[in-house]
C-alpha cells in the first residue's frame, strides 16, 4: 500500500510560480510511475503530467507544456511540479498519483494522494 502525500499550494497570482511536492511512504517507490492530475470544481479529473520511474522520460498535456516540469528524487520517495506562469484556467487540486505502468488515465492509478488547493488569482 503506497501512502501519498502532496504538499505545496496555495494562492498565487496570474504569471506566478508553485512548486508541489509528493512523497511516498513506500520504499519501493522508484518502481511507480508518478502522475500528477487536477481537478477543477465542477469538472472531471484531468491528467496534467507524468515521469517514468528513473525520471528520465517525462509527458505533459498540451495546456502546461513549457509551464510546468516534473522531477522526482528517488532517494527522497518524492516527486515535484514545478508550475511557472500560471494562469487562472490551472487553478485546481492537485493530485500526485502511483502506477505501475505509463497511463494517463486516471482510472488506471491505484494509489492517490489526498490532494494540494492551488488557486490562481488575476
Known amino acids: 500500500q503506497v501512502q501519498l502525500v502532496e504538499s505545496g499550494g496555495g494562492l498565487v497570482q496570474a504569471g506566478g510560480s508553485l512548486k508541489l511536492a509528493c512523497t511516498a511512504s513506500?520504499?519501493?517507490?522508484?518502481?511507480?510511475?508518478m502522475a500528477w492530475f487536477r481537478q477543477a470544481p465542477g469538472k472531471e479529473r484531468e491528467f496534467v503530467t507524468i515521469?517514468?520511474?528513473?525520471?528520465?522520460?517525462?509527458g505533459y498535456t498540451d495546456s502546461v507544456k513549457g509551464r510546468f516540469t516534473v522531477s522526482r528524487d528517488n532517494a527522497k520517495n518524492t516527486v515535484y511540479l514545478q508550475m511557472n506562469s500560471l494562469k487562472r484556467e490551472d487553478t485546481g487540486v492537485y493530485y500526485c498519483?502511483?502506477?505501475?505502468?505509463?497511463?494517463?488515465?486516471?482510472?488506471?492509478?491505484?494509489?492517490w494522494g489526498q490532494g494540494t488547493q492551488v488557486t490562481v488569482s488575476s
Open positions: 513506500e520504499r519501493t517507490f522508484s518502481n511507480y510511475y
Open positions: 515521469i517514468n520511474r528513473s525520471g528520465a522520460i517525462t
Open positions: 498519483a502511483a502506477a505501475t505502468t505509463w497511463v494517463e488515465t486516471a482510472a488506471s492509478y491505484d494509489y
